[in-house]
């Protein structure tokens, strides 16, 4: 199903112009040679050549990514698996792989309890695609309409009542559906998400290069972004500490 | 063996005379009077062994057992005595036997035969001489430890005797001693304890004397010892006196010049003079002790900052790193001086408040403090080894050292400067003791997925949420939603629209028709004028009413027009008009005349019925 909308969704869309795949597969084909042959650094600068010429794709970033985990370089692997995550929330190996990665991070931050249903949602709408999800707002939105029409055409008493109460329940999953389409679609053009890239950074308490050492983050942590104030973030962390770090020591996904 | 070898020689030599050995006791004098000396001597006229001496009750030993050994050779004949000898004072009046002591000789035990020894009481001259002479002595003693302490002193000094916790106070001994005393010996007999305090001796090397006015007397003086003391408590502490076993000889006066005077007077007066004139020396032994001091230690104020460890005196610290950038895995070294004087030898190397990925070794103290006068100055350097253990560049913060200062009575605080390190990744892998959950574990030993072989789907480009295709598909159903519903509308409208076509066409057409039945009603064709009347009237109600005109009879046409809230004179009169119609058909011939009313009252109501019944 997920597939057939995916398919619905790049067959249809307007935009999907396809004149020089052929040209980025072959350059994503010579990086993936280099990464076989263990010259990551190699690999690395092909993938990312491919998205300075604007072609995005879940893929290229999950190769980058393992070519940069190969490389020892923790931070940048876990900022492009999360890149990829956001593109396609439903794939097993961008999932396991940044999940390996997390682990090779210095901190080991224990999260705050959420509410359940934030986490619920948070859960829901960072982990399914966007593709998917719409793809069945879409089929109960249409189910529910047509329950609806037979409702007013029927003369049954018994089927009126039947389709009246399928096609509320259609519209209010499909309402919920939408929500959640929303919602994933939010988490995933946002970029309120950072992962530190420098060795260690010293989280100030406030915006200012001479205040207090609140903590220190090492590489390949990643928080969310709150503000930004000149050449000063504030970042959250998901212990629920906050403090503020120099832009030049991550980057956002 | 020898012995033995012996023993066959004097055999073989001697074998003619054999005899038995006698192991005799002897005592002289065997009568003496309590407090008297006696000499007991056990011997043997052969070699012997194994002496063992009897336990001499109500005697006391002066000195025993000496061993003496006797060989004598006479005409070529040897003869040989071994004899112990004790000397015994006598202690208590009476009449003892001595007893037997054992001896080994020649393999065999022999024991000695007892003596008896008789205690007489002293006479009453001897005693008095005794009790005069004990007398004089303990005169001569109690003169002569005056002089000796007069002469002699020790004395203690401190430079301060209020002080707070943790201020030093220098201790000073000194001896004092007149230039012409004879000391024979001095020997510390009770070294100060200096309980309460910390101490720290300070080193004088060889003691040297100078001269030196005490009381108007001009002394020998010497500083035997200076201490530095830290008081490690408040109260009232102790410094200890200082004790000395001393000897010194003596001069005493001509006893016959000092029979002719009082007995009692100064005969040491001169002890000093006259050295070869009637003079004669004794050695008197005696304690000389120092007095104490008592010093108030007040207790530091209450206000002590945080990190204050008891630091006294005046101080700064300092640090700085060996390396300023290592790789992880690799030694550095943090050097923390901490310089000044003060209480130094009790300041502990501080705990450091490092970042957790530095891991810090125990400290090593360089020990740089030297005594001084009156405190212990130089510097304490604690150098502690850190091996990072991941890369980035880490902040070493301030140390801060806070101690009392002696000079404004206040405590004060300095700290270092913050030092920077800059840990690059090292060849060597290091791995944080950090805890991981369970299944981290199963993780941490697999490997990352392989690569992907085809690019993917190009989301660059790609229309982002709402795409087009959602929105189109979004939006369709609810127009095919309300196309739906339009198409119902018209499809109810269309049927509406047709009954009120035909209820505006119901006069027309009715009129057609009448107009067509009065043409017949003029030729007189009475059937088809009739025909057509009748269906002028039902065609009119049928289409009014929008009932077809197979459903309307003449029953039910009343309750239809009642529905439409017709009067019951219009129902009788349609219901009437209808009747006559239907009667005329039949019997035409009795309708002749009438047929032309009949016309009128059929226009009429219908005309009636489209005025009234909108």
């Given at each position: ?139 109960l939105?249409?189910v529910g309409f047509i329950f609806l029409a037979i409702f007013?055409?029927s003369?049954?008493?018994l089927i009126k009542k039947i389709t009246f109460f399928l096609s509320v329940v259609s519209f209010i999953f499909a ?79 | ?614």
């Amino acid at each position: 199903m997920k597939k057939l909308a995916i398919l619905i969704i790049s067959v249809f869309s307007i935009y999907s112009v396809c004149l020089s795949n052929d040209n980025y597969q072959e350059l994503f084909n010579k990086a993936n040679q280099l990464y076989n042959s263990k010259n990551f650094m190699g690999a690395i600068n092909v993938y990312n050549k491919i998205l300075k010429e604007g072609y995005v794709s879940a893929n290229v970033y999950y190769n980058l990514a393992n070519s940069y985990y190969r490389n020892n370089q923790i931070g940048e692997a876990i900022l492009y698996y999360n890149k990829a995550h956001k593109i396609n929330p439903e794939d097993e190996s961008i999932n396991l792989n940044l999940k390996i990665a997390n682990l090779k991070t210095v901190d080991k931050i224990k999260e705050l309890p959420k509410f359940f249903l934030t986490k619920w949602v948070d859960d829901i709408t960072h982990n399914i695609s966007v593709g998917s999800v719409s793809f069945w707002t879409i089929l109960l939105w249409i189910v529910g309409f047509i329950f609806l029409a037979i409702f007013l055409i029927s003369q049954s008493i018994l089927i009126k009542k039947i389709t009246f109460f399928l096609s509320v329940v259609s519209f209010i999953f499909a309402i919920l559906f939408f929500y959640v389409t929303i919602e994933a679609q939010n988490f995933q053009n946002s970029r309120n998400e950072g992962v530190i890239l420098v060795p260690s950074v010293y989280v100030k308490s406030s915006p200012d290069a001479s205040s207090l050492d609140a903590f220190i983050l090492h590489e390949g942590t990643s928080f969310n972004v709150l503000d930004q104030v000149g050449d000063w973030t504030k970042i959250k962390i998901p212990s629920g500490n906050i403090g503020w770090i120099q832009s030049n020591s991550f980057e956002t996904f | 063996m020898s012995k033995v070898r012996i023993l066959i020689l004097i055999f073989m030599l001697f074998s003619v005379k054999l005899y038995s050995q006698t192991f005799r006791a002897t005592a002289n004098p065997d009568v003496v009077s309590v407090g008297d000396r006696l000499t007991v001597t056990y011997s043997i006229d052969a070699d012997g062994s194994n002496f063992r001496a009897p336990h001499f009750d109500n005697f006391k030993v002066l000195m025993g057992p000496s061993q003496s050994q006797n060989i004598q050779i006479i005409n070529g004949q040897m003869t040989r005595s071994l004899s112990y000898s004790f000397i015994l004072e006598a202690t208590k009046e009476g009449k003892f036997v001595l007893p037997s002591a054992i001896i080994t000789s020649n393999g065999k035990q022999i024991s000695s035969n007892t003596v008896q020894v008789m205690v007489t009481n002293p006479s009453q001259a001897k005693l008095e001489q005794m009790k005069k002479d004990k007398e004089q002595n303990q005169n001569l003693e109690n003169q002569a430890k005056e002089i000796i302490n007069k002469n002699l002193k020790v004395v203690v000094s401190v430079d301060k005797t209020t002080v707070y916790e943790g201020e030093p106070v220098v201790a000073t001994y000194k001896l004092y001693l007149h230039p012409q005393l004879n000391v024979l010996q001095l020997t510390p007999d009770k070294v100060p304890q200096l309980n309460g305090f910390w101490n720290q001796e300070i080193d004088l090397g060889d003691i040297k004397y100078g001269l030196e006015q005490l009381n108007g007397t001009t002394y020998r003086a010497a500083v035997i010892k200076k201490v530095i003391l830290f008081p490690q408590q408040s109260g009232n502490l102790t410094v200890d006196s200082y004790s000395f076993n001393t000897a010194v000889r003596l001069q005493l006066q001509n006893q016959r010049r000092q029979r002719s005077r009082d007995p009692f007077s100064n005969f040491f007066d001169d002890f000093f003079n006259d050295p070869f004139f009637n003079s004669s020396y004794k050695d008197f032994q005696t304690v000389v002790t120092s007095p104490s001091i008592q010093i108030n230690v007040k207790p530091l104020p209450k206000n002590a900052p945080v990190g204050f460890t008891n630091a006294v005196g005046d101080f700064t610290v300092n640090s700085w790193l060996d390396k300023a950038s290592v790789k992880t895995g690799e030694a550095v070294t943090l050097k923390l001086k901490i310089s000044g004087q003060g209480n130094m030898k009790l300041i502990t190397p501080p705990k450091l408040d490092l970042p957790s990925n530095l891991e810090v070794y125990d400290p090593k103290t360089n020990d740089n403090t030297k005594v001084t006068q009156n405190n212990i100055s130089g510097d304490l350097i604690f150098e502690y080894v850190i091996i990072p253990q991941t890369p980035g560049d880490y902040k070493i913060p301030p140390f801060q050292f806070s101690y009392f200062d002696l000079n404004s009575k206040q405590y004060k605080t300095t700290q270092t400067n913050e030092l920077t390190l800059k840990v690059t990744q090292g060849d060597l892998q290091s791995y944080s003791g950090n805890e991981v959950n369970k299944s981290d574990v199963q993780l941490l030993n697999q490997d990352i997925d392989y690569i992907k072989t085809d690019i993917g789907t190009n989301v660059s480009q790609m229309a982002s949420f709402p795409s087009v295709l959602f929105l189109i598909l979004f939006i369709l159903p609810i127009i095919l939603f309300i196309l739906f519903l339009i198409w119902r509308r018209k499809q109810k409208e269309y049927l509406e629209n047709q009954s009120a076509f035909r209820k505006m066409k119901a006069k027309k057409l009715a009129k057609k028709r009448l107009e067509t039945s009065h043409k017949y009603l003029q030729e007189s064709n009475f059937d088809k004028f009739l025909e057509e009347l009748t269906r002028a009237m039902w065609g009119f109600l049928s289409d009014k009413f929008s009932i077809e005109t197979s459903k309307l009879t003449r029953e039910n046409i009343g309750d239809v027009l009642r529905s439409k809230n017709a009067t019951d004179d219009t129902i009788n009169s349609v219901i009437d008009v209808l009747d006559k119609c239907e009667f005329a058909r039949y019997a035409p011939s009795q309708f002749n005349d009438n047929m032309q009313s009949l016309y009128l009252t059929t226009e009429t109501i219908i005309s009636d019925l489209e005025e009234k019944l909108k």
